[in-house]
């Protein structure tokens, strides 16, 4: 395949979008056939958020927040009041009785909070003079507030008042956030997770207190994500995937993924090298509520939520770490990787015999450290049901860079951002072409003043 090589650093003023590109049809199902490069950061792109079904957000280094027409590539709007990097972005949603409203929320590495208007570019509220930089923000629609993560915990409202605060003693500050029932929050800081949980008061006031910490983790959490309302999942830098009870926060399950341990391994041997971290670190998860896919150093790993057992994984996937993942169906998945490609993969049987892999790959009941409660002993392979491998479907290269992440708009296609300081759109050929005729035929009807329709 042709690798377009679209890098180079550009003037903040300049926005440019690319002639429509072709990948071409060597793969027959890749449908991202057709690509339109974007222009307009002049740092990395690390954040993509979608507004409604026709926009989408993106931000990075450059300070810069940029508001994109995804069916057309038109930049709609530039953003401007950060002085530094953005290192987090989110929506904010407000429904009144008139109508329904999203906002977006951004923070910054000059300890800054904004609240943007997406449809006229306004910094509608600042919050000024942090105490530290946020990390992440977490949105809670069902009490109308959200929450901002950084050495301490703060939850505000919508006009951007603040409601209460924790700190923390963690080195690191929290990292990721997600919520869980019953008002909770869960906090990623170092190696431990928090649970938080809000009180609303009869004055409709806010207060929080910590409930418990888990510190099952031996190393830093990378990932944490909520799976349904009676599950949340964590990933750490050792390879460590652990499933929690959202409601007491127990542990359900916890698997150690050692990609480079063989089949004949036994749990008795001892290692003489350890692992290298980019081989076990868990950078991403995503769900669909039946499937966790971690994302863990160069490879990929689909668990089942509902048997508790692995269903398909590849070693290898891409030629570095893979940044962030996607379920598109439960047989189908994408992934993007600090090699610059974007990848398609489908669940196939796996032939006989079996890809090397680790006793504690499938003994995901085995908890295998000292001061855990007994567990059932680990199931031998073949009592676990068939797993299936990942086989490439389309490889999708067009950035020069690390690709960060990436956001799927259905039919319209998916959006990419990069370390190459640009946007990609990736969309079907034959629907664009299509879309394209159409738009012709009608110009050349209004034209000739027909009334009626060429078809």
Known sequence: MLRWILGGRESHGAVEKSPVLCIGEEQPQNWFTELQVLKGHFDIVRFLVQIDDFRCASAGDDGLIFVWNVETGEKLLELRGHSQQITALTTLTCTTEDATHTSLISASSDRTLSLWDPDTGNRVQTISDLQSSVKCLLVLERLCVWVSGAAELCVWNKDFQLQCQRHNQSDTGITSMIELPKNCIAAAMD?????????????????????????????????????????????????????????????????????????????????????????????????????????????????????????????????????????????????????????????????????????GFFGMWSFGRSGKAPVPPTKKIMELPSVRTLELTGDLIGHSGAVQMFLSFGEMGLVTCSTDHLLILWKNRERQSHLRSLALFKKLEDNDGLGHSVF
């Not at 896919?293 to 994984?313: D, E, F, I, P, R």
């Not at 189908?332 to 600090?338: A, K, N, T, V």
């Open 191 to 359: 190696k431990e997770i928090v649970i938080y949980r809000l009180t609303v008061s009869t004055d409709f006031s806010l207060s929080m207190a910590e409930m418990r910490c888990l510190s099952d983790h031996q190393d830093n959490i990378r990932a944490l994500i909520l799976v349904d309302d009676g599950l949340f999942a964590s990933g750490s830098h050792v390879g460590e995937l652990i499933l929690w009870d959202s409601t007491d926060w127990n542990i359900l399950a916890y698997e150690h993924i050692l990609w480079e341990e063989s089949q004949a391994d036994t749990q008795s041997e001892i290692r003489l090298t350890a692992p290298k971290p980019s081989e076990m670190s868990i950078q991403h998860l995503t769900t669909n509520g039946k499937l966790i896919l971690a994302a863990v150093g160069s490879g990929l790993y689909v668990y089942s939520v509902w048997t508790k057992a692995v269903v398909a994984y590849r070693r290898v996937a891409h030629d570095s770490n893979i940044l962030h993942t996607m379920l598109l169906s439960d047989s189908e998945l994408m992934s993007c990787s600090e090699d610059g490609s974007l990848r398609m993969w489908e669940m196939q049987d796996l032939p006989l015999p079996a890809e090397p892999a680790s006793p």
